[in-house]
T-cell receptor, first 109, second 114 residues
Framework: GQNIDQPTEMTATEGAIVQINCTYQTSGFNGLFWYQQHAGEAPTFLSYNVLDGLEEKGRFSSFLSRSKGYSYLLLKELQMKDSASYLCAVREGNYQLIWGAGTKLIIKP | ETGVTQTPRHLVMGMTNKKSLKCEQHLGHNAMYWYKQSAKKPLELMFVYNFKEQTENNSVPSRFSPECPNSSHLFLHLHTLQPEDSALYLC?????????????FGPGTRLTVT
């Protein structure tokens, strides 16, 4: 079956580093996306991985291992504004994204 | 207007009402999507349109009826809804060619069925 797992909630301290994991089991794979969603707002695109390895984008990095069905989002130098939900999604074909339920990240001063 | 817009932002309707949600994208994309987002659940894809043609319909009840008159506009017509249909309804668009083809979301319509 299709399944994407990510932790429900994580807490981290301002200025620290946090890693949000995502494991997936899907019938196809055509890329993995990470989105950020602040409370009451729309999801916004953060990163995309289609090949194994690390993609770095400023304070955010995303890693993919297709053989393990595993990805993580790494957030460095955490800021209070990083408090949000982080959604992992796998694209199976051309359009269909299978979504995880999201990880709520709480940043404490 | 830029990006993806949705109206109304909030909607309260009775189970016997008929209403429509509107989405418009100003990004020149040719794929548009309707999602349902309920608390603590994954986003549920409802419908996908590519070049105005419906390409996905994920077993959505017939009380939800989509309409895509052109590549920039998408509607979701609602009738005889149930209280469990209360949720955030998100519209998104994407380019169907090239990588990564990420989806851009509108702000959503918060729907409450009474």
């Amino acid at each position: 079956g299709q399944n994407i797992d990510q932790p429900t909630e994580m807490t981290a301290t301002e200025g620290a580093i946090v890693q949000i994991n995502c494991t997936y089991q899907t019938s196809g794979f055509n890329g993995l996306f990470w989105y950020q969603q602040h409370a009451g707002e729309a999801p916004t695109f953060l990163s995309y991985n289609v090949l194994d390895g690390l993609e770095e984008k400023g304070r955010f990095s995303s890693f993919l291992s297709r053989s393990k069905g595993y990805s993580y989002l790494l957030l460095k130098e955490l800021q209070m504004k990083d408090s949000a939900s982080y959604l992992c999604a796998v694209r199976e074909g051309n359009y269909q994204l299978i979504w995880g339920a999201g990880t709520k990240l709480i940043i404490k001063p | 207007e830029t990006g993806v817009t949705q109206t109304p932002r909030h909607l309260v309707m009775g189970m016997t009402n008929k209403k429509s949600l509107k989405c418009e994208q100003h990004l020149g994309h040719n794929a548009m999507y309707w999602y349902k987002q309920s608390a603590k659940k994954p986003l549920e894809l409802m419908f996908v349109y590519n070049f105005k043609e419906q390409t996905e319909n994920n077993s959505v009840p017939s009380r939800f009826s989509p309409e895509c008159p052109n590549s920039s506009h998408l509607f979701l017509h609602l009738h005889t809804l149930q209280p469990e249909d209360s949720a955030l309804y998100l519209c998104a668009s994407s380019q169907d060619r090239g990588e990564p083809g990420e989806q851009y979301f509108g702000p959503g319509t918060r729907l409450t069925v009474t």
